[in-house]
């Protein structure tokens, strides 16, 4: 088992730019909560989208690093990375939107009693204004262990709405989460 630069209580926001680790960290986290809890109630939420940008993947899913025991709860969306997908700010902000209404719907279906939840790329639901940020930091409340993992730097860009979503999004998760990770580039 390896060791984590944080416990695996409480809530935990993993920060960092684009191919720094955070998925992987987050996957380590969930496959040390295995070992040392089982896999009872654990909760995954993927949100992160795959994408292919001028020869770089952008993004990678938790099942990359880790075997997940059939007893979990694994809600996957296909989602988009609006910036990088869209041709224009408009169609940008349509796939945020469509990323935002999938995401609604998924946390609209959660199980009950989450023990440990794991979420990849949790400002994808927030790229837009909605009640999902309520949603589901909430829900990670619920749980004994939240580990959640969000994209930041100066790829996120600044002065477009998705980018000021997710800008916002990411204080707020800071604001909410007992301890933050930020991994270097």
């Not at 926001?13 to 109630?41: D, F, R």
Request: net charge negative; aromatic share 10%.
């Amino acid at each position: 088992m390896n060791d984590l630069p944080f416990p695996l209580d409480g809530s935990t926001l993993i920060t960092g730019p684009s191919n720094t680790g955070k998925t992987m960290l987050t996957s380590q986290a969930l496959s040390n909560w295995i070992s040392k809890n089982g896999s009872e109630n654990i909760i995954i939420l993927e949100f992160g989208p795959e994408y292919s940008h001028n020869g770089k993947i952008l993004g990678r899913h938790l099942s990359r690093f880790i075997d997940f025991p059939p007893d979990i709860w694994y809600g996957y969306l296909e989602t988009y990375a609006p910036r990088a997908e869209g041709r224009d700010l408009t169609e940008s902000m349509e796939l945020a939107a469509i990323n935002v209404e999938r995401a609604s719907f998924l946390l609209d279906t959660l199980p009950p009693h989450p023990t440990a939840v794991f979420v990849n790329d949790a400002t994808i639901p927030l790229q837009s204004p909605s009640t999902n940020f309520e949603t589901l930091v909430g829900y990670c409340d619920q749980a004994d262990c939240a580990i959640l993992n969000a994209f930041t730097g100066n790829e996120l860009g600044y002065g477009d709405p998705i980018s000021q979503s997710e800008i916002s999004s990411i204080s707020a998760l800071e604001n909410w989460a007992d301890r933050c990770v930020t991994l270097p580039l």
